[in-house]
């Protein structure tokens, strides 16, 4: 990404992505490094396992509002590229740092890419920097009570063994999805069962990728709930959006949510030709400001009337979430966790940091399962955590319903309205993650699932379909 000069306190100058060739092939080295980071020193896999998990994902020009760009052909390249050593990964568990080099004679320079790990900023990708520009100091976080009953604090009483029927169907969903790093099937009140591969376990923190999205979702729900902001259907006001002449104006929180906000931005062909591109994959990708980035996105569709899948609009969000907090002068990077992880004891919870702080409000988080299926416990519970409501009286009907037609996407979850998961209750709704990390929540018949995945794998999802539903109707001891 490049931005054009522009005055910040007017209209926000537009930002244009680079697909030029050399540009994608930066950006695909970025990825590869901040998935090793994030595998060895967010999630502590081993250096073999990691690699083990890992494929080569070419970077992809951003796709028009009906299709995305495949390249299989930039993909196989990447990895031919490996397998001749002109791609070399390497890692140091001392800085807790991952850096790819890519050198090809024909090409250029070497394309080199790094990112580093940090205690509640997790995976940051520096790019070709040597360090981020700001100071990843120590967050002081508040955890779960380490003596009390989950899901209020840590304490998980070992499960019976689960009724023989679900059993056999998580023996078969295991055997179908080689990246499972595990499933854990609770009510409100007790763990129900978890089950873990050989490279997951209880206290491994996994991927959530656009998992996220549902926790800064919930977090505008807290900001909503303690009247920090007034309702979804006022204007988002980020910092950029601020002059009365911007066509942002007609943007609502409800829009970034449900991802109808018409965003886009102009994308740079090799060779000059210039497309409207309506994914920000890039966040992933470039070192540099993902709210800053996010804001500079143009008004290319009338905001309200198209569904599209974005990452610019969350991080939309996270400027605002960020904006609030500094307004009140309180410590930014401490308040976003206080706001809702910290309040419902997801400890091992983080975000992931971009170059300059910002904790990217799109996707790459962490959590244990136990942790993840708290979240979901707070919509089962409508808002309410430890006897106390901490959401809008009605946000969960709000965030878990899909109440614009063409889709089954709610705010910042998914909803089964299509049926995708065909034996689950219509009322069944899920985060969602990149290779199918979720928590579904279940609010009929109060249980809630987490599942985690490797990002390079597929699951079996008509098997977890089976083990989902035959969990609702089975009886638990």
């Known amino acids: 990404m490049f931005m054009p000069d522009g005055n910040a306190a007017g209209l926000p100058a537009p930002v244009v992505y680079d697909a030029s060739v050399r540009a994608l092939r930066v950006r695909a080295i970025n990825f590869a490094a901040k998935r090793f980071a994030d595998m060895m020193y967010g999630s502590g896999l081993d250096r073999a396992t990691a690699e083990e998990h890992f494929r080569w994902r070419a970077a992809m020009a951003p796709g028009d509002l009906t299709a995305r760009d495949q390249d299989a052909t930039a993909t196989a390249q990447l990895a031919v590229a490996h397998q001749a050593g002109r791609i070399r990964i390497e890692t140091s568990d001392t800085d807790r740092r991952a850096t790819v080099r890519w050198s090809d004679a024909d090409f250029g320079p070497p394309i080199v890419g790094s990112a580093i790990a940090r205690a509640g900023y997790g995976g940051i990708l520096l790019g070709d920097r040597a360090a981020p520009s700001f ?3 120590a967050i002081a976080r508040r955890g779960a009570d380490s003596a009390a009953a ?3 604090g840590d304490v998980v009483e070992t499960p019976k063994p ?3 029927e679900v059993a056999a169907k998580l023996d078969s969903l295991f055997r179908g999805s080689r990246g499972l790093y595990g499933i854990l099937i609770a009510t409100p009140e007790r763990v129900l069962a978890e089950r873990y591969s050989g490279f997951g376990a209880p206290d491994r923190v996994t991927p959530s990728w656009s998992m996220t999205k549902a926790i800064t979702c919930t977090v505008i729900g807290r900001l909503i709930h303690d009247r920090w902001l007034h309702s979804v259907h006022d204007p988002a006001q980020a910092p950029l959006w601020r002059d009365p002449r911007a066509a942002q104006h007609a943007i609502t929180i409800d829009h970034l949510l449900r991802m109808r906000s018409g965003l886009a931005f102009p994308v740079l062909h090799e060779h000059g030709r210039v497309t409207l591109g309506f994914e920000n994959s890039a966040v992933y990708q470039d070192a ?3 709210f800053d980035a996010a804001q500079r996105s143009i008004v290319a569709t009338v905001p309200g009337a198209v569904f599209r899948y974005i990452n610019s609009g969350l991080n939309v969000l996270g400027a605002i979430i960020r904006d609030q907090i500094e307004q009140r002068g309180l410590p930014y990077h401490q308040t976003v966790y206080q706001l809702l992880a910290d309040r419902i004891g997801m400890s091992s919870y983080q975000h992931s940091a971009d170059l300059v702080g910002n904790l990217i409000a799109s996707g790459a988080g962490f959590a244990t399962l136990r942790d993840y299926a708290k979240l979901g416990v707070l919509y089962v519970n ?8 901490i959401l809008p009286e009605s946000w969960a009907d709000y965030a878990l319903t899909a109440t614009h037609t063409g889709t089954s996407y709610a705010a910042c979850f998914r909803s089964n309205i299509d049926g995708l998961f065909p034996d689950l209750p219509p009322d069944t709704a899920w985060a969602s993650g990149a290779s199918d990390q979720r ?3 279940l609010r ?6 987490a599942v985690a995945n490797e990002t390079d794998h597929k699951m079996d999802l008509a098997a977890l379909n089976c083990v989902i539903a035959t969990a609702v109707t089975a009886e638990w001891r």
Request: glycine residues 14%; charged residues 15%; neutral net charge.
């Open 439 to 441: 928590i579904f929540i």
């Open 150 to 152: 989950w899901p209020a």
């Open 162 to 164: 689960p009724p023989v």
């Open 444 to 449: 009929g018949s109060r249980m809630v699932v």
């Open 135 to 137: 100071d990843p100091t």
């Open 288 to 290: 540099g400001d993902a």
């Open 382 to 389: 409508n808002g309410i955590w430890n006897g106390q409501r």
